[in-house]
Each structure stands twice: as structure tokens, then as C-alpha cells.
């Protein structure tokens, strides 16, 4: 079981910028793909972006250019930098670490972006 702690979030003016960022206790970080992912109130789960083991990045439309993630193996750390925001990106932000079929999410951290 791994366990995952994101940190970061906050209140953020539109165009401003924030860095999430995910630590996990995993003694094998470096073989997870990790990924970041976001929910608001009464929707589903939204994936933001991914990153495997070997660093392929991908992410969704609604962030590329914008948002950027990124992994720290020796820190068992990923990011998020966050670009300038809009108030859409208002969410709370989760990070999920995945290997073969298992899966891990931490808690989550919130992201508010006013206008």
C-alpha cells in the first residue's frame, strides 16, 4: 500500500500560478506512474495529466501549455505546476500512483482560483 500526501493547493488569483506537489512513502517510487487528477462538487473524478516510470507526460486538453508534471524519484516526489489558472481550474487536486493493476490516490488538496 502506498501511501500519497499532496500539498500545495490554495486561493490563487486567474492567471496566477500554483505547484502541487505529492510525496509517497513507496520504496520503488521510481516505478510508478503517477498522475494528477481533479474533482468539484458534484462531478466525476477529471485526469489532469500523467507521467510514467520511464517520463512520458501526457495531459488533457483543457491544461496543456498551461500545466506541467514532473517527478522527483529520489524525493518520491511529483508535481504539478500550475500556469495560469482560471477559475474552471478550480477543483480539488488529486495525485494517484499506479503500477500494473494496483492504484493508490492520497487525500487530496484544493486548488480555488478567483476571477
Known amino acids: 500500500q502506498v501511501q500519497l500526501v499532496e500539498s500545495g493547493g490554495g486561493l490563487v488569483q486567474a492567471g496566477g500560478s500554483l505547484r502541487l506537489s505529492c510525496t509517497a512513502s513507496?520504496?520503488?517510487?521510481?516505478?510508478?506512474?503517477m498522475g494528477w487528477y481533479r474533482q468539484t462538487r458534484g462531478n466525476q473524478r477529471e485526469w489532469v495529466a500523467t507521467?510514467?516510470?520511464?517520463?512520458?507526460?501526457n495531459y488533457a486538453d483543457s491544461v496543456k501549455g498551461r500545466f506541467t508534471i514532473s517527478r522527483d524519484n529520489a524525493k518520491k516526489t511529483v508535481y504539478l505546476q500550475m500556469n495560469s489558472l482560471k477559475p474552471e481550474d478550480t477543483a480539488v487536486y488529486y495525485c494517484?500512483?499506479?503500477?500494473?493493476?494496483?492504484?493508490?490516490w492520497g487525500q487530496g488538496t484544493e486548488v480555488t482560483v478567483s476571477s
Open positions: 513507496a520504496n520503488a517510487f521510481s516505478i510508478y506512474t
Open positions: 494517484k500512483a499506479q503500477f500494473a493493476t494496483r492504484e493508490n
Open positions: 507521467l510514467t516510470a520511464g517520463g512520458l507526460s
